[in-house]
């Protein structure tokens, strides 16, 4: 396993960040295609195996029972003092108001019941899952500084939204002398790489550690442009991320197997790489519900793409309406 520094901190985070969306209980929350405790608990042992020991979560994600079954594998198999835990703020969470956003209220309310939930006295990452236009920046800047001087938190990160809002809110930070935000969790992988205009720039600029999410397009990039899953034919959030009419994505997906299949080896680690030596990209957050998602993901460390080969998988994208903020 690779090690790199977290932005411009001295944090060190695997190059491979295990994301837990897949695991939590199916009948709670959005996701019916989650696996149980059960079924879960394996894979998180094989990344610390590995190596891994970057794993990112969200308080939404099956109604919060991703955390209680990350939480407690990780306590059972892991040194809290040598991995790093991350998790998310924002969605909804209890129906009526104050169930979400990023108010002081819920920010203070959200991080106590994921610590419980996880069963750790701290995160040593809190993200900010989305923007939100109806709190003001200043009331959501202050209160995850809160958080870190309370101890409850180690960092604070931020994930999809416009470069514009990401610099708003730093700059208010750094104005008011509140803690920065030290990463950025976007959406990058071959299928969608609008990011490249604004925010991976700005992050590069700025020295702000950059985690991917989705870097296989859900699985989209590792499979034949016919096939599908039963995440991808039951995620409704995923089915608003692609287009499975538009044919320069479909030369995209074809291009990946081109490559893949010279070098003899599975599409995934192909597409990983890609987005492994994408600057400033630093941890991409990959999730496994196979043993061979961790070791494809392992192995994609060792690919050093070509100037040629990334010229091949590049040459077939199109300019992407902007989406994933939401």
Avoid at 28 to 39: C, F, I, P, V
Avoid at 292 to 319: F, G, Q
């Amino acid at each position: 396993m690779e090690y790199a520094k977290l932005g411009q901190t001295g944090l060190d985070v695997s190059r491979l960040c295990l994301g837990c969306m897949s695991y939590g209980i199916p009948e709670r929350g959005a996701h019916e295609w989650t696996m149980g405790e059960d079924e879960s608990r394996p894979f998180i042992k094989q990344a610390l195996e590995l190596g891994i020991n970057f794993f990112d979560t969200a308080n939404v994600y099956s109604d919060g029972t991703s955390e209680e079954i990350v939480g407690r594998a990780l306590n059972d198999y892991a040194d809290r003092d040598e991995i790093v835990v991350a998790t998310k703020v924002h969605g909804k969470m209890r129906k009526g108001p104050n169930g979400g956003g990023l108010s002081r209220k819920v920010i203070m309310t959200e991080i106590d019941n994921s610590l419980r939930r996880l069963g750790m006295d701290y995160v040593d990452l809190y993200q900010i899952h989305r923007w939100d236009p109806h709190t003001p920046i200043e009331e959501t800047m202050e209160a995850l500084h809160d958080v870190v001087k309370a101890g409850k938190a180690r960092y604070i990160g931020a994930s999809s939204m416009y470069a514009w809002q990401f610099l708003k809110a730093q700059h208010t930070a750094e104005q008011r002398g509140w803690t920065k935000f030290v990463s950025m969790q976007n959406y990058v992988n071959l299928l969608y790489r609008e990011e490249e205009r604004e925010m991976l720039p700005l992050c590069e600029a700025e020295g702000v550690g950059v985690i991917p999410w989705s870097p296989l397009a859900r699985g989209r990039l590792t499979r034949d442009w016919e096939e599908s899953s039963k995440r991808s034919e039951t995620d409704a959030f995923g089915k608003t991320l692609y287009d499975k009419t538009a044919e320069a994505d479909r030369r995209v997906v074809e291009a990946v197997a081109a490559v893949a299949d010279e070098r003899g080896v599975p599409r995934a680690q192909i597409a990983l790489a890609w987005v492994l030596q994408k600057r400033p990209v630093t941890s991409p957050i990959v999730g496994a519900t196979k043993a061979r998602h961790l070791e494809d993901a392992v192995a994609a460390l060792s690919i050093r793409l070509t100037d040629e080969e990334v010229r091949r998988l590049e040459e077939p994208y199109v300019p992407h309406a902007v989406i994933g903020h939401q």
